[in-house]
C-alpha cells in the first residue's frame, strides 16, 4: 500500500509539473482529431454523393461552396478560440525565432527556407484552411484574415480544389465504369 501512495504522489508531481505541457498537447490531439473527422467524412462521403446526386458540374460547384463554407467557418472558431488546436503556431514561433540554440537557429532558418515548399505541401495534403493559418504572419495572434492572408486563401483553395474534384469524378465514374464493364456480370452469377 504504501509503495502504491508513493507512486501515486509521484503521478500527482508529474501532471503538476506538466500540466500546461500536457493540456496543449491534449488540445493538439482534439484539434487533429476533429479536423481529420471532418475531412474524411467530407472528403470521401459527401463530395462523391453530392457529385453523384447532382451530376458533376452542379454537384461540383455545390460540393466546392460547401467546402469553402467549412474552411471559412474553421476561421471564425480558431480565431474566436484563440487555441493552437493544430500545433502550428509552435511551428511558426520556432519559424520566426532567432533560435537560442543551434538547433534553434537551424530550424528557424530551415522554416523560413522552406515556406512556400511547406505550404503547397500543406495544401494538398490538408486543406486552404491549414496552409493559411501555417502562412498567416505573427504566431499566437489569432485576428482576422488580413488581405494577404485571404489570398492565400483563395490561391491555396483553388490548388485544392482543382485538384480533388477531377480525381473524385474519376475515381467515381472510373469504378463505375470498370463495374459495368467487367464486374456486372460476375456478380450476376452469384
Avoid at 31 to 53: D, L, M, Q, R
Avoid at 108 to 118: E, H, M, N, Q, V
Avoid at 119 to 135: L, Q, S, W
Wanted: proline fraction near 1%; hydrophobic fraction near 50%.
Amino acid at each position: 500500500m504504501n509503495v502504491f501512495a508513493e507512486w501515486l504522489k509521484r503521478c500527482a508531481a508529474f501532471f503538476a509539473a506538466h500540466w500546461e505541457k500536457l493540456k496543449k498537447l491534449g488540445i493538439t490531439v482534439i484539434g487533429w482529431t476533429s479536423n481529420s473527422a471532418v475531412e474524411a467524412a467530407f472528403n470521401y462521403v459527401i463530395y462523391p454523393f453530392i457529385i453523384v446526386k447532382f451530376g458533376v458540374l452542379l454537384g461540383v460547384s455545390i460540393a466546392v461552396i460547401a467546402s469553402f463554407t467549412i474552411c471559412c467557418l474553421t476561421f471564425r472558431f480558431y480565431d474566436w478560440s484563440q487555441k493552437d488546436w493544430f500545433g502550428i503556431e509552435k511551428i511558426k514561433e520556432i519559424r520566426e525565432g532567432k533560435g537560442d540554440t543551434k538547433v534553434g537557429w537551424f530550424a528557424s532558418r530551415f522554416l523560413k527556407g522552406s515556406k512556400w515548399l511547406a505550404f503547397v505541401y500543406i495544401t494538398f495534403k490538408f486543406d486552404a484552411f491549414m496552409a493559411t493559418i501555417f502562412m498567416r504572419e505573427g504566431a499566437y495572434q489569432f485576428n482576422e484574415l488580413s488581405r494577404r492572408d485571404k489570398k492565400i486563401f483563395l490561391f491555396s483553395f483553388f490548388l485544392s480544389a482543382i485538384t480533388w474534384w477531377p480525381l473524385v469524378c474519376g475515381v467515381l465514374y472510373g469504378g463505375e465504369w470498370a463495374w459495368e464493364t467487367w464486374f456486372k456480370d460476375l456478380a450476376n452469377i452469384f
